[in-house]
């Protein structure tokens, strides 16, 4: 782990910044929907579509959709279908080698036009287009399209509750280290330390707890009077699980030092059989983090609890 920033966060970077070369920014950024218009010669073709694994895409059509008939390979790319509405939401899972091309072929219900169009879709890491209005007759709009529009402006805040979650009221999340330097993260020679807890040694759990931490990483942002515990848990209960939460955290130390915690952040529940990542951050100074501490999350709607001792930081 570097003493500077850590390993994990490092590794992404330099593979961000050493992705092929990608269109200039401007051209991935597509605020509103396109609009497709298809006729019988253009349905032949693969038309591009650009995606992005931190952004969800939506292909919005004027006619319903086939029951299954939407094809994907969905080791790559998550969809989800409403074949009525003629919606299809596509968010990829990572960026695939170079050699593997990736497209999603749709088929549509009983009606006039073609029967069928392929994307290919360009995977970037960071930017991808949010919408695609795909019109089967140009200068028809069905009854359907409206509904779906509405479905589609859910989805679309939806997505925005769910982007703001993650970045917080501080805005888009830094993707480089010039954006963590402006953020006042690293600079001066200071930056993020982290450090690899290791089960028994660095942190313990009592026995027969149903949420179990798998693998643990402590972290420590110099110039910011910032820590953080970086959690990957599995659960063996039957039931899913989520923090509650900023007011259901606790970061103590055996000092009785309280941190103030100011994010409890959480991709998705965590479902038995699955193993997820949890990350809680808090306020210390260098001083204040010292020593051994006590991580304990409660759960939201419920009484379960996540509790992890002798967590140390950088």
């Keep these: 782990m570097s003493a500077q920033l850590a390993a994990p966060l490092l590794l992404a970077l330099l593979t961000a910044t050493s992705a092929p070369a990608w269109p200039a920014p401007e051209e991935w950024d597509t605020p509103g929907a396109r609009r497709l218009e298809l006729t019988a010669e253009s349905a032949r073709e693969q038309h591009p579509v650009r995606v992005s694994p931190r952004h969800s895409t939506h292909l919005v059509f004027d006619a319903p959709l086939r029951p299954g008939g939407v094809e994907v ?16 939401t596509l968010r990829p899972s990572g960026v695939p080698p170079p050699d593997r091309p990736l497209t999603v072929t749709v088929h549509f ?3 006039q036009g073609p029967e069928r169009v392929t994307f290919r879709l360009l995977v970037h890491p ?8 795909v019109i089967r007759q140009p200068g028809v709009c069905s009854p359907l399209h409206q509904e779906a529009r509405q479905q589609r402006e859910r989805a679309e805040r939806c997505e ?30 200071e930056g993020i330390v982290g450090r690899k807890l290791l089960r028994g040694r660095d942190f313990t759990q009592s026995p027969g707890e149903t949420l179990m931490v798998k693998d643990a990483y402590s972290y420590r942002v110099e110039r910011q009077g910032l820590v953080a515990v970086e959690l990957y848990v599995e659960s063996t209960g039957t039931q899913p699980w989520t923090a509650r939460g900023v007011e259901g955290a606790e970061l103590v130390s055996t000092e009785g030092v309280r941190l103030r915690v100011v994010r409890v952040w959480q991709r998705k529940s965590l479902v038995p059989g699955a193993r997820h990542q949890l990350v809680v951050e808090a306020e210390a100074t260098v001083e204040q983090a010292r020593g051994t501490f006590l991580l304990k999350l409660g759960e939201a709607g419920g009484a379960r609890t996540l509790t992890v001792r002798d967590v140390t930081f950088p």
């Design 73 to 88: 390979d969905e080791q790559w790319v998550k969809k989800a279908v409403n074949e009525a509405e003629g919606m299809v």
């Design 109 to 111: 219900a009983e009606g």
């Design 126 to 133: 960071t930017r991808g287009e949010h919408e695609v209005q």
């Design 160 to 189: 925005a509750a769910r982007e703001q979650e993650r970045t917080g009221p501080e805005g888009r999340r830094p993707e480089g280290i010039t954006d963590l330097v402006e953020a006042g993260l690293v600079g001066g020679g």
